[in-house]
């Protein structure tokens, strides 16, 4: 059984920049961020592979947001620049439960965090 905890999550002015971590617990394999606002679907933030060799982001976040990993901690840091009022939203580790390829898709992956809530204001 594999456990996310994540953290990180606060309140940012417009501009600024905050880390999200997801520690896992367990065997992890393509790992990626999701987040979900309120009313909203759960919207894809960006993947990355076990080997941590490729990452997929949402095409409207690229250049803001950088994922990085590190297989010896078993942890997932989300690097979030330039925040917008729109990044505004519960954030979630995500995992999926065997080997696989990049996915956009939150269906695709099995374990997840509870969730770190972070606030943008202007």
């Known amino acids: 059984q594999v456990q996310l905890v994540e953290s990180g999550g606060g309140l940012v002015q417009t501009g600024g920049s905050l880390r999200l971590s997801c520690a896992a617990s367990?065997?992890?394999?393509?790992m990626a961020w999701f987040r979900q606002s309120p009313g909203e679907e759960r919207e894809f933030v960006a993947a990355?592979?076990?080997?941590?060799?490729?990452?997929k982001y949402a095409d409207s976040l690229k250049g803001r947001f950088t994922l990085s990993k590190d297989n010896r901690k078993n942890t997932m840091d989300l690097h979030m620049n330039s925040l917008k009022s729109e990044d505004t939203a519960v954030y979630y580790c995500?995992?999926?439960?065997?080997?696989?390829?990049?996915?956009?898709?939150?269906?695709?992956?099995?374990?997840w965090g509870q969730g770190t809530q972070v606030t943008v204001s202007s």
């Open positions: 367990g065997r992890t394999f393509t």
């Open positions: 995500a995992s999926t439960r065997t080997w696989s390829e990049l996915s956009n898709n939150p269906d695709d992956y099995t374990y």
């Open positions: 990355i592979t076990r080997a941590a060799t490729n990452t």
